[in-house]
């Protein structure tokens, strides 16, 4: 089956920037989405189509792909910006839909 | 602005179906595609499937011989039932919006607003 890989964990102090990696076989060929999950709250999209940002999404959220590898970069981390970010995609096929491991930010 | 609204049992019983409906407000459910996800207890999460706008379903490969997703456009609401449930399909059900893109000769489809989830707990 395929799978996502996102590092545990990723801790930066405010202000600074973030930097979250996702690897995958298809992400050559297939589109990257990022969500945030705040803690006891649902998933929020903060990226789509591997760099494009949702309206209401602060400019400070971007992301970029190079080969297998798809990136979330947060730069100038807030806060509020503390949570757990997961990758979205689809396998070759695109018909299996895979979430990455996930990725728990600490802004301390 | 589009709402999404899960129900359901909060408690299972193992090897029973779960049955959860998530009702849609201020938006049309005949103009989206729909999705089911979840999320176990302090873990990842896991897509389920979804139904498409056409009426056609992807279900997870994993899960595809218990899960049904349905429409009933009547009363603007998704169904998700599961069945044969173990204390393994204990966790947050989330139900979602998907949008979708054309492109490279392939559709892409993602979730772009989430309900508030609800939590299923199986257990005797």
């Known amino acids: 089956s395929y799978e996502l890989t996102q590092p545990p964990s990723v801790s930066v102090s405010p202000g600074q920037t973030a930097k979250i990696t996702c690897s995958g076989d298809?992400?050559?060929?297939?589109?990257a989405f990022w969500y945030q999950q705040k803690s006891g709250q649902a998933p929020v999209l903060v990226i789509y189509?591997?760099?494009k940002r949702p309206s209401g999404i602060p400019e400070r959220f971007s992301g970029s792909t190079s080969g297998t590898m798809a990136t979330l970069t947060i730069s100038g981390a807030q806060v509020e910006d503390e949570g757990d970010y997961y990758c979205?995609?689809?396998?070759?096929?695109?018909?299996?839909?895979?979430f990455g491991s996930g990725t728990k930010v600490t802004v301390l | 602005q589009v709402q999404l609204q899960e129900s359901g049992p909060g408690l299972v019983r193992p090897s029973e179906t779960l049955s959860l409906t998530c009702t849609v407000s201020?938006?049309?459910?005949?103009?989206?595609?729909w999705s089911w996800i979840r999320q176990p207890p302090g873990k990842g999460m896991e897509w389920i499937g979804y139904?498409?706008?056409?009426?056609?379903?992807n279900y997870n490969p994993s899960l595809k011989s218990r899960v049904t997703i349905s429409l009933d456009t009547s009363k603007d609401q998704v169904s998700l039932k599961l069945s044969s449930v173990t204390a393994a399909d204990t966790a947050v059900y989330y139900c979602?919006?998907?949008?979708?893109?054309?492109?490279?000769?392939?559709?892409?489809?993602?979730?772009?607003?989430w309900g508030k989830g609800t939590t299923v707990t199986v257990s005797s």
């Open positions: 139904i498409y706008n056409s009426g056609s379903t």
């Open positions: 201020g938006g049309s459910i005949n103009s989206y595609s």
């Open positions: 298809a992400l050559p060929k297939k589109f």
């Open positions: 979205y995609s689809t396998d070759r096929g695109g018909n299996v839909y895979v």
């Open positions: 979602a919006r998907v949008t979708s893109k054309w492109y490279d000769f392939h559709y892409y489809y993602y979730m772009d607003v």
């Open positions: 189509e591997d760099n």
